[in-house]
């Protein structure tokens, strides 16, 4: 009976310690008596016991526990909330956020109708102008037709109005990142007819009829049973594309455009959402300008056939401006005239516009800085005049053709064209936001706000994406647009809208009216827009004044991006940028510091030449943050500057071991000799030099102090290394100590176990601080110092007795042991 007892009781105790960890092995106590003589008169069957013993946890869990348990978890549940800030969501944090999201909330607050809308409806409508002539003309770069400039000039716009937190920035298209855009295109539509070619080719070898088709719709080449050779080069592969509907072709150039803007914008996106705005600080002002600069040597190129009117091939890859170049001059004999003619005079007018009037300061001040608007003038007329005069049937100009009303349908068929731009796409995607990231701080820094990196990364990024869904290539800051936004005086994004409103109106009514429009007009707009981006060359009479290294990142980059292409370029210029870097942090200035006289300051003894060393003490400084690539130099750095090499010394103290070893064999040999030996005892040699080096008694210096003020962090390699060191100065009695070490490099020494073969006093607050420590153990033998260490208080050697000393709080014991006259030295 007794023994069923107490198996019901420990069951019991094995279970509730299960459901409240709190209680241990306890149990409760109400019921127990009740309890026990229930299992006392329940002998007939295990049936019944299990009965009841899942009666009794019943009663108990729904009486006894559900208290405490509730109070446990409403503990652990109000601490997990106060650990983590994200669980603290409350109306005011969602505001917050919300405002963060959407900085046009806090842009707009203050706004004033009276003052500042007429400012932004003039600045609009200005930069609306910009937006049709530019927005068509660059659409050129993407090898896209001009309507998708104009959708690339109101979807981003748009959209950038509510994410972006720059007041003064023209979103749409910009020329670098176009021709990037169209770099991209090239290379998936040369790709896609190579693959065609190669399957056309096949059928045509094994004698087949064949049909290709794209999206469903074919074009049916009927072939002879006999082989026929085509090259990419032949007449029959221009034939072969050119049955081909052109919209069909322009779908797959679309297709391409649109996949590699949907990739830079969710990179974007991603960047801005991990806080990663940073990373644009690598692309240096040398580098983007360089970049900027050989870029647009390949916008020129791209338009001269154009603003020619010659027919050349289209190449890509490294050392493509040469094959063009070689290509125009070979058929330079077939300019059209009319077409040449047309580009030189809208190159003049587009000048005489540009540089007579808007930057002439005179007719500036009588316009109240408002631009004329020669691009869209230069339009107007070239349309009127190509439609009158019919250079298109009669001249054999080419010119925009069709442009189709409204706004295209919302697509994702680019989808499948993804994996073939995730590389071009990071290149577009930095190289687009850190134009226009340095364009926002420029405008802001000029009208006192702050740009938000990351915010300006997701406003960019949104833009692409969804821009991408409507047809809109990579979209970017325009540094003309906004440099006129800006001068004219616009306030606020309210402006993006009033541009918006003006492309529209394109979009739905103006459109076809521009399909008789020359394409020399727009290469003309074009090239006259670079001279902005080719007045940088002025760049490098600066810099080579004030640093031969930016000076051959420009050019670097600038050959790079000229020679092989953009991305490259970017990519060589980028890692060109970086070297210089790691060069300085490879071998970077170091000296020995010296103390000022009557002062605690330290300074560099190269150049203040007033500075007094201290004695028997280097104080080394190594001028870069530490980690595992520079250590190794670091070390040697710390021997060249202190002249205290460890390893020499070493062999010195055993050298020296030797030698008073000989000598004692050889006093030991005198005294057992019943004659006065002639020579040396040639068991032992003694007073051999080290080396080459004569043998010094001691090596003066017993302290090294490292000045960690230009440590800013550590690695476990650095730990690692700093332990070896210390302990390897410390094996030739020259102690080793950190000055000025911060927080972090504090923390990491304690995590990787530093202070297991270091003792914590090695370890300074300051320079000052470690100079006294190190004057002060010097006075003390070794073997004292460190019995200090691995036994509480006690008494130190003070005539024979021991004194009480205290390193931490008291230094007053250790100055009497210095002045002990008794003390050997």
């Given at each position: 009976m007794d023994g069923d007892v107490s198996v019901a009781d420990d069951e019991i105790r094995l279970i509730a310690p299960e459901l409240y960890p709190c209680l241990g092995n306890e149990t409760p106590t109400d019921d127990t008596g009740q309890r026990n003589t229930t299992f006392?008169?329940?002998?007939?069957?295990?049936?019944?016991?299990a009965a009841l013993k899942k009666l009794s946890k019943k009663k108990h869990s729904s009486a006894a526990y559900p208290p405490r348990r509730n109070a446990i978890l409403k503990k652990s549940v109000e601490k997990l909330k106060s650990s983590l800030n994200c669980c603290n969501c409350t109306r005011t944090s969602l505001c917050a956020y919300l405002k963060r999201l959407f900085p046009f909330t806090s842009i707009l607050n203050g706004y004033s109708a009276l003052y500042d809308l007429p400012c932004d409806i003039?600045?609009?409508?200005?930069?609306?102008?910009?937006?049709?002539?530019?927005?068509?003309?660059?659409?050129?770069?993407?090898?896209?037709?001009?309507?998708?400039?104009?959708?690339?000039?109101?979807?981003?716009v748009l959209i950038y109005f509510f994410f972006g937190t720059s007041k003064h920035i023209s979103v749409g298209t910009f020329a670098v990142v176009c021709l990037m855009v169209g770099a991209v295109v090239d290379k998936g539509h040369v790709a896609w007819q190579r693959q065609e070619l190669q399957g056309a080719i096949h059928d045509i070898n094994t004698g087949?009829?064949?049909?290709?088709?794209?999206?469903?719709?074919?074009?049916?080449?009927?072939?002879?049973?006999?082989?026929?050779?085509?090259?990419?080069?032949?007449?029959?592969?221009?034939?072969?594309?050119?049955?081909?509907?052109?919209?069909e072709l322009d779908t797959i150039k679309v297709g391409y455009a649109m996949a590699v803007t949907f990739c830079v914008g969710i990179l974007q996106v991603f960047l801005g959402f991990m806080r990663m705005g940073f990373l644009t600080t690598f692309l240096s002002d040398p580098l983007i300008s360089g970049f900027t600069?050989?870029?647009?040597?390949?916008?020129?190129?791209?338009?001269?056939?154009?603003?020619?009117?010659?027919?050349?091939?289209?190449?890509?890859?490294?050392?493509?401006?040469?094959?063009?170049?070689?290509?125009?001059?070979?058929?330079?004999?077939?300019?059209?005239?009319?077409?040449?003619?047309?580009?030189?005079?809208?190159?003049?007018?587009?000048?005489?516009?540009?540089?007579?009037?808007n930057n002439n300061k005179t007719f500036k001040q009588k316009f109240k800085g408002i631009p004329v608007p020669g691009e869209l003038i230069a339009l107007i007329i070239g349309t009127i005049l190509s439609h009158h005069f019919g250079l298109h049937q009669h001249f054999d100009v080419e010119v925009i053709g069709h442009i189709p009303k409204g706004f295209p349908a919302a697509s994702l068929t680019f989808v499948k064209f993804l994996p073939d731009v995730i590389g071009e796409s990071f290149a577009i995607c930095f190289?687009?936001?850190?134009?226009?990231?340095?364009?926002?701080?420029?405008?802001?820094?000029?009208?006192?706000?702050?740009?938000?990196?990351?915010?300006?990364?997701?406003?960019?990024?949104?833009?692409?994406?969804?821009?991408?869904?409507?047809?809109?290539?990579?979209?970017?800051?325009?540094?003309?647009?906004?440099?006129?936004?800006?001068?004219?005086?616009?306030?606020?994004?309210?402006?993006?809208?009033?541009?918006?409103?003006?492309?529209?109106?394109?979009?739905?009514a103006l459109g076809p009216m521009f399909e008789a429009l020359p394409n020399s007009i727009l290469a003309a707009i074009i090239i006259v827009s670079l001279k902005g981006l080719f007045l940088q060359f002025l760049e490098l009479k600066r810099l080579w004044k004030i640093s031969k290294v930016d000076y051959t990142v420009?050019?670097?980059?600038?050959?790079?991006?000229?020679?092989?292409?953009?991305?490259?370029?970017?990519?060589?210029?980028?890692?060109?940028?970086?070297?210089?870097?790691?060069?300085?942090?490879?071998?970077?200035?170091?000296?020995?510091?010296?103390?000022?006289?009557?002062?605690?300051?330290?300074?560099?003894?190269?150049?203040?030449?007033?500075?007094?060393?201290?004695?028997?003490?280097?104080?080394?400084?190594?001028?870069?943050?530490?980690?595992?690539?520079?250590?190794?130099?670091?070390?040697?750095?710390?021997?060249?500057?202190?002249?205290?090499?460890?390893?020499?010394?070493?062999?010195?103290?055993?050298?020296?071991?030797?030698?008073?070893?000989?000598?004692?064999?050889?006093?030991?040999?005198?005294?057992?000799?019943?004659?006065?030996?002639?020579?040396?005892?040639?068991?032992?040699?003694?007073?051999?030099?080290?080396?080459?080096?004569?043998?010094?008694?001691?090596?003066?210096?017993?302290?090294?102090?490292?000045?960690?003020s230009a440590i800013q962090y550590v690695d476990s390699v650095t730990v690692r290394v700093l332990k070896d060191i210390v302990l390897e100065y410390r094996d030739v009695d020259v102690e080793v100590y950190l000055g000025e070490c911060?927080?972090?490099?504090?923390?990491?020494?304690?995590?990787?176990?530093?202070?297991?073969?270091?003792?914590?006093?090695?370890?300074?607050?300051?320079?000052?601080?470690?100079?006294?420590?190190?004057?002060?153990?010097?006075?003390?033998?070794?073997?004292?110092?460190?019995?200090?260490?691995?036994?509480?208080?006690?008494?130190?050697?003070?005539?024979?007795?021991?004194?009480?000393?205290?390193?931490?709080?008291?230094?007053?014991?250790?100055?009497?042991?210095?002045?002990?006259?008794?003390?050997?030295?």
């Open positions: 006392e008169q329940s002998q007939e069957s295990d049936k019944t016991k003039i600045a609009g409508l200005t930069v609306g102008i910009m937006h049709i002539p530019q927005g068509m003309a660059y659409a050129l770069l993407t090898q896209l037709p001009p309507v998708y400039g104009l959708y690339t000039s109101f979807f981003p087949h009829n064949l049909t290709h088709s794209i999206e469903g719709e074919g074009v049916e080449v009927v072939t002879t049973p006999l082989p026929i050779n085509i090259s990419e080069g032949s007449p029959g592969f221009d034939q072969f594309f050119r049955t081909r509907p052109l919209s600069t050989g870029a647009a040597v390949h916008v020129f190129s791209s338009q001269i056939k154009s603003a020619f009117g010659v027919k050349i091939q289209r190449y890509s890859g490294p050392l493509k401006l040469l094959f063009s170049y070689h290509d125009f001059f070979s058929n330079i004999s077939k300019t059209n005239l009319v077409t040449m003619t047309t580009t030189i005079v809208a190159i003049i007018f587009l000048v005489a516009i540009r540089e007579g009037i190289t687009a936001f850190a134009i226009s990231f340095a364009i926002s701080k420029i405008l802001a820094d000029k009208h006192n706000y702050i740009v938000d990196p990351n915010q300006e990364l997701i406003a960019h990024g949104v833009s692409n994406v969804f821009g991408s869904m409507c047809s809109s290539f990579c979209s970017a800051a325009s540094l003309s647009r906004s440099m006129v936004q800006d001068g004219v005086g616009g306030k606020t994004q309210i402006v993006s809208l009033i541009s918006s409103v003006l492309v529209v109106i394109v979009l739905l420009w050019l670097v980059t600038f050959f790079a991006t000229v020679l092989l292409d953009v991305d490259l370029g970017l990519l060589i210029g980028l890692i060109y940028n970086l070297v210089p870097i790691l060069l300085r942090t490879q071998e970077p200035y170091s000296c020995l510091l010296g103390r000022l006289p009557n002062t605690d300051i330290y300074v560099d003894s190269k150049v203040y030449r007033e500075a007094i060393p201290i004695p028997g003490i280097k104080i080394f400084k190594f001028e870069a943050p530490l980690y595992f690539a520079n250590m190794e130099n670091f070390r040697s750095a710390l021997i060249k500057s202190t002249q205290v090499n460890p390893h020499y010394l070493k062999k010195l103290k055993d050298q020296m071991r030797e030698t008073d070893m000989a000598l004692r064999h050889h006093e030991v040999c005198m005294a057992t000799s019943d004659a006065w030996p002639e020579g040396r005892c040639e068991s032992h040699e003694h007073g051999r030099p080290l080396g080459g080096q004569p043998i010094r008694p001691n090596c003066e210096t017993f302290a090294i102090i490292i000045d960690g911060k927080a972090p490099v504090r923390v990491m020494l304690d995590k990787s176990g530093f202070y297991h073969h270091v003792y914590r006093r090695n370890v300074c607050a300051t320079i000052q601080h470690a100079v006294q420590v190190a004057q002060k153990s010097a006075a003390m033998s070794r073997e004292t110092l460190a019995s200090t260490f691995t036994m509480a208080p006690e008494d130190f050697l003070k005539d024979g007795e021991f004194v009480r000393l205290d390193l931490e709080t008291s230094l007053e014991s250790v100055d009497k042991i210095i002045t002990n006259e008794n003390l050997p030295h």
